[in-house]
């Protein structure tokens, strides 16, 4: 059942890159987007059929591979990789109908795109410390593409400081892996949690230092972050949509499977310091998110600020903070992809992003009143407004996190106060008032520009009314992660004292 997720857009993205002969954009845009629709389908039939109140890995497949290097093909999927797998197909899915059907070399860009839907689903399926990072090192290629053939004027620039970053990234991560397993003296790459307490305490702090960082820099986490704004900014929105609102989650995924899963102790110890971590990127984003007048930048600060909510969650590392990190990842990948593809549509429309130039797009007979409703309904959502996904989440980071580090809580509770200002700076000046003279006469907005985002709408809502329907998946695992975890810190709170 996982390898499809796997094979199939693997298989497809090298039929649809290597199909001898000339096909229509149409066609090949078609086929594309009905593999991706497909792979949506079956990560819900995988949902379907996976057991909630079984916190061991699910639908496993084991093959070896590469003996002498202790390499397996290893899947599993369980509450933690559940959620962001289907999170993957959906948002691949919107990412290709919003794609303009006139885009330059379609056959390459829709074959990078399959590519990426196969780094990440891979990373989440991954039980093998080493297969996890051929995966996540496999999406940094067709990104990079994506960014800088089909991105903006500074599209070079961009793609190539994505690049360096995320290339660092990757090396530190696999260095802590390589240095896990060898001086655990283990015989393999195979995950297995719990594995770093085997070290002493100093050795464990360095490796998971070095993922800590490694992950940090794809969250990212401050002073991490500067590559993330120039990447959104160029890319397209497809691809904004994409970086936002999955990839950014390979990061904070991997600090709670192997940051807090491998290294309990070690994250025990520096709980304190990652959750001021956290504060000073909630509040350093959403500061810098209030200095924008790119509505595309403001909402590219913005993603810095609310993914330090899900460090804060893991440093806390309760059953309420942990299960609240997951629904953040679930949370903010709706909403940041909802926000993008409005963002997107209105630069589609009026050639401008600059909230210092637009004016009265709500306007019901010359502006964008339905983009306009849907960007309101994106920033109630992300200002964790009750009724809406991002409440409910927050919601629990904050109740979870509060009883372990409130004074941390509290600063980071300022961010959602923040998010308010920043997100009604934009709405007020860009959509209420006079239409401004500069943008009159829009284009109508199609159907094809408002099915992706009316869809994630309507999730954001029902899963806003409806939390239970991502809880029943995950609370399980978490709370047995935690298990052990709250044993280890205990013992080490005893030793220390």
């Avoid at 891979?122 to 053939?149: H, S, T, V």
């Avoid at 609102?245 to 070690?266: D, E, H, M, N, S």
């Avoid at 502006?367 to 200002?383: N, Q």
Wanted: proline share 5%; hydrophobic share 55%.
């Amino acid at each position: 059942m996982l390898s499809a997720l796997i094979l199939v857009p693997l298989i497809s993205a090298v039929i649809v890159g290597l199909w001898p002969g000339t096909v229509a954009p149409i066609i090949i845009r078609r086929v594309t987007l009905a593999i991706a629709c497909g792979l949506f389908l079956w990560s819900l039939v995988v949902g379907i059929q996976f057991n909630p109140q079984d916190i061991n890995q699910q639908f496993s497949e084991f093959i070896p591979w590469i003996d002498s290097l202790g390499l397996t093909y290893h899947l599993g999927v369980d509450g933690l990789s559940l959620p962001l797998l289907v999170l993957n197909s959906l948002l691949t899915c919107l990412a290709i109908s919003s794609t303009e059907s006139s885009i330059s070399r379609p056959r390459f860009y829709y074959t990078l795109v399959l590519l990426l839907n196969v780094g990440v689903a891979g990373a989440f399926l991954a039980q093998d410390l080493l297969l996890f990072f051929l995966f996540y090192e496999l999406e940094l290629i067709p990104l990079y593409l994506l960014i800088a053939i089909w991105g903006g004027q500074r599209r070079g620039y961009a793609a190539t400081k994505f690049l360096i970053y995320t290339a660092i990234s990757g090396i530190l991560i696999l260095a802590a892996f390589f240095g896990l397993v060898w001086l655990s003296h283990s015989s393999s790459f195979a995950y297995e949690p719990l594995l770093g307490n085997t070290l002493p305490l100093g050795t464990q702090l360095l490796l998971l230092g070095a993922i800590v960082v490694g992950f940090g820099i794809k969250i990212p986490l401050v002073p991490f972050h500067t590559w993330l704004p120039d990447a959104h900014v160029e890319a397209s929105t497809p691809i904004s949509v994409l970086l936002a609102g999955i990839l950014l989650k390979l990061g904070t995924y991997g600090l709670l499977r192997f940051g807090l899963g491998l290294f309990p102790q070690a994250w025990a110890y520096a709980a304190p310091w990652l959750a001021t971590w956290a504060v000073i990127s909630v509040l350093y984003g959403s500061f810098n998110a209030i200095a924008q007048t790119d509505m595309k930048k403001m909402v590219a600060f913005s993603s810095i600020g609310h993914m330090g909510y899900v460090l804060l969650a893991g440093a806390a590392a309760t059953p309420l903070a942990l299960l609240g990190a997951v629904l953040q990842m679930i949370s903010h990948g709706l909403i940041s992809a909802l926000l993008f593809l409005l963002v997107g549509v209105v630069y589609k429309k009026t050639g401008s992003r600059d909230i210092e130039i637009l004016r009265g797009l709500l306007n019901p007979e010359r502006g964008l009143p339905v983009v306009g409703s849907l960007m309101i309904l994106g920033v109630m959502a992300s200002a964790g407004i009750p009724g809406m996904v991002g409440f409910i989440s927050e919601f629990l980071v904050f109740r979870g996190s509060l009883p372990v580090f409130p004074t941390q809580t509290l600063l980071s509770m300022i961010g959602t106060g923040l998010t308010s200002v920043y997100f009604l700076l934009l709405v007020n000046r860009a959509f209420f008032g006079r239409l401004s003279e500069k943008v009159t006469y829009l284009p109508p907005v199609q159907w094809s520009d408002r099915a992706p985002a009316i869809v994630l709408a309507i999730l954001i809502v029902i899963l806003g009314l409806q939390p239970a329907w991502m809880v029943h998946w995950t609370e399980s695992t978490t709370t047995a992660m935690l298990t052990n975890y709250s044993a280890v810190a205990q013992v080490s709170d005893i030793s220390s004292h």
